[in-house]
């Protein structure tokens, strides 16, 4: 049977731009559109390979800047055929502009109560319609910091999926009380988790699939896997501003090309790999067995040495 692939894009403003003192218009476009390898040239390239790509967008940021950036943002996306689901990160909840990030609630989900995660994500659904998104279905957490009582929020709210369990960022602040290798969806909570898809780069070391995170070696490898073993679904995750160094100011080449080849490959295996969006509801086979990716030294070598250079080059301000 085909795995279904979910691309996903967390799509935020960047704490640490607010935080270095930048101006709304900085922070905006280091964390949406940096060195012209943003949301647009991701949605370009899905567009050129045929691919459809889930957007997390946390709007929380409009607390603090208003909807003038979030408007654009979901209108682009969602006119290029692509989808927009939630995003959350809590700390915007508490900021301020122009303090330097001085100012900012608890930044992790699970360092709330039931009743205020359940008031941060109905807020956070307002917000998201007021930019001119559909009423969502899907969820992440942001740094993946959810818990089962976040489940059970969602749930509460009519979410359908959410997909915040990482067993590389187990036990904190990914803490759904999962193990942490679970990769295939699972009912949980009253609502479908689809974990974040991992590989093992070293005997019990997790690494989650995301685009700065693995060498187009090991996302290879892992996608054969998936293929190989009959998955019931993998999920990749990249970020708006993951193709651009740290600063924003000039593009990350390794990334850049690791997307690119991402999407060439996802094009190339389209029948067994099929890309889809939350809102398609795919049938998906629930409570599978699937196991990560088992480690190759020789693959982990080569991406050590990959993201050597990343940081040493590739990470250099313009």
């Known amino acids: 049977m085909p795995t279904p692939v979910f691309l996903t894009v967390d799509t935020e403003l960047a704490w640490r731009h607010h935080a270095t003192g930048l101006d709304a218009a900085a922070i905006v476009e280091r964390s ?71 100012a900012h ?25 007021a930019g001119g998104a559909p009423h969502p279905i899907a969820f992440r957490a942001g740094s993946y910091g959810a818990n089962d009582t976040t489940l059970a929020a969602l749930a509460a709210l009519g979410f359908v999926y959410d997909s915040s369990h990482n067993g590389a960022a187990t036990p904190w602040p990914s803490q759904i009380g999962l193990p942490a290798d679970t990769i295939a969806p699972v009912v949980r909570a009253g609502l479908v988790e689809l974990p974040v898809t991992l590989i093992e780069d070293a005997p019990g070391s ?3 699939v995301q685009v700065c995170a693995l060498s187009i070696g090991e ?8 293929v190989a073993a009959d998955h019931a679904a993998v999920t990749i995750v990249s970020h708006s501003f993951e193709l651009a160094s740290r600063a924003g100011t000039r593009a990350n080449g390794i990334h850049a ?10 094009r190339a295996r389209r029948h067994d790999l099929p890309t889809c969006h939350f809102a398609d509801r795919p049938a998906l086979r629930l409570g599978a067995a699937d196991h990560p990716l088992a480690p190759n030294t020789l693959r982990t070598r080569w991406r050590q040495a990959e993201q050597l250079w990343s940081n040493m080059v590739e990470e250099r301000a313009a």
């Open 206 to 208: 997790l690494r989650n």
């Open 105 to 129: 609630a608890r930044f992790e989900m699970v360092e709330y109560s039931a009743h205020e995660q359940r008031d941060l994500i109905a807020g956070a659904i307002d917000l998201l319609k």
């Open 257 to 266: 090309r690791r997307f690119e080849a991402l999407c060439e490959m996802l």
């Open 32 to 102: 949406l559109d940096p060195a012209g390898v943003g949301v647009r040239h991701q949605l370009d390239r899905l567009a050129m390979h045929g691919l459809k790509a889930c957007f997390f967008v946390d709007p929380m940021p409009a607390l603090v800047f208003g909807l003038d950036w979030l408007k654009p943002l979901v209108a682009t996306i969602l006119a290029r055929g692509q989808e927009v689901q939630l995003h959350l990160h809590p700390n915007w909840a508490g900021a301020r502009a122009g303090d330097g990030g001085a």
């Open 219 to 226: 996302i290879r490898a892992a996608l054969d896997h998936a």
